[in-house]
């Protein structure tokens, strides 16, 4: 079934962007009064948005958040986003779901972040099928749910679902590297508390299962990761829960407070149960 | 020699569609055969149904035959617009052509619909009354592959990299489903997807009758699916997509890869060659100059900013800017390359 939908959606029509929301100098605007490409209205999310949020009342993510996702992605396999949280929010996000409304499996993950995830900075990549909004419902540990948008016009269509090199992606499948950023002015310290930032990345070819096994007309089965946790030492930093709109060689890069702990630990599970465990030391600040 | 024209029509898009038979045929065997080949033919295309058919001489269909230039006694070059794939070009887009041997031709791409690759068939058989024993594919992308099917009803064995048919398999969908939007139903008019028959591993010389061409699949570069073919004869390469010129490079493989390959162009006599896109002929191994050119400069630029901690969504705005130069599409591409060069590098 879901191959019929992401077909039907590659002859998606150019979808005209709403309005630019204005304003004069009178007014001090709302920081997200610029964004170019704000969310439109779809069908999609009216059955998502129970899913995702129950019947809670959605507030304005603007106001804690910054989103950032293109307006037009030229390669619809590797759309970039990123979430920052602004450091006067005073709220603690507990819960994060990253939705892409129109994609044949919206849902494209959910985080749920332990307290050394302060102020959430995130980044990742989603696969794009169609025109879509992309979200973010942001749950508080006060109960709170915030929500916020963009709207990304992927220009791939659907070539998209496929790994460039298929026998690669399966013989590499499970490796992983952690990156390490260190802001070049910052002193270097050991102290607990510092803010430190990091790239996790995994390789899984994330299969949509819209692929089809050579000389056959039968589908390869989907497989993806279904389950990442990244530790701190013993305290957890997240846990994601996903679906196959996570593009190709998952990446996650992230800021958490340091704990002294000197390293973090990831499990990760696909959908056929296959588990991938690593360590990495932490340099920074040695 | 008789060719069969067929209106054919899907839903309410009615063309008149050109079916080869595996052999030239004269007046009275053409129309011997029509029935059957359309009969035929229609029972393997699903939705389309006959509406008349007669035979016509080859030579009154001169001006649906694609223009070719013979850039040595029995080589032949169609060079591909420079241009978006739309209606109005039906997506011939690509460097095209055939090689004429004693016993046979090889004709090589097909363009990105069956109206493209009509028009090439009709160009060898205005030249060549031999069977077309081959049609090699030099990538799996559908600028190049669509129209096959017109020559696999010609006889030809559709032949590319061994990568080639897994490649083609898994993308059969989106292909189809997108050049089906970008060209519209009545240039995507009778166009369908079908897979090489046979793989080349590594290399392989085919003959077509006191003319060698030697076959070669590469390691990943353009795609995962490159194949060369030289053809000693015309001491002349055909590089597929693995050199553009005026149109800018697309990058669906890996782009180390890509430059190893272009870096290391094999001294083997060869004069010319004819890129995917752009001018059907270049000199080699310098025409690749300007590709591996801008790969280089691509890579540098990654790893920088890699290096210097950017994250993908802010090096895409700025990798490769200044790379444009002449290139044609530049604004399409390049962003693309960048997202590909950048998930790709970021592993180093
Ligand atoms: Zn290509």
Redo the contacts with the bound molecule.
Sequence with gaps: MKHQLAIAACATLLLSLPAQAGGTGQFVLPPYATIQNQIVAGEAWKDLREMVAGDAKLLDGEEILSFDAPVQAFDAATVPFSISQRSNSGKRIAELTVVVDDNPMPIAAKFEFGALMGDIHLESRVRYDVFSNIRAVAKTASGETYMVGRFVKAAGGCSTAVSRDLNVALSTMGQMKLKEFRDPNAVSTKAEGTVREVQLMIRHPNFTGMQVKTGTLDYIDPRFLDKVVVKLGDDVLFRMTGGFSISENPSFRFKFKDNGAGAITVYARDTEGAEFTHTFPLNSGV | MFELLVTLCLSTVCAERVLPAAMPTDKAQCEASMNARSTGWVKAHEGYRVKGQRCVAIETLDDRAAKTTETSPGHFVHEGLVEPVGPKNAGDIANTGFIVGDKAVAVIDAGSSRKVAEALYLAVRSKTQLPIRYLLLT?M?P??TLGAEVFKEAGAEIVGSAALQQAMASRAEAYTANLKRLLGDDAFHGTKIVLSDRGVADSETIDLGQRELELRAHPTA??NNDLTIYDKTSSTVWMG?LVFLTHTP?L?GSIVGWIKLLSELRKNGAKHMVP?HGPGRAAYPDGAKPTLGYLTSLAQQTRKAIKAGESLNTALKHIGQDLRGDWKEFDEFNPRNATSAYVELEWE
Excluded: E, I, K, N
């Design positions: 990538h992308h600028d190049h353009h795609t997509d697309a669906d995917g």
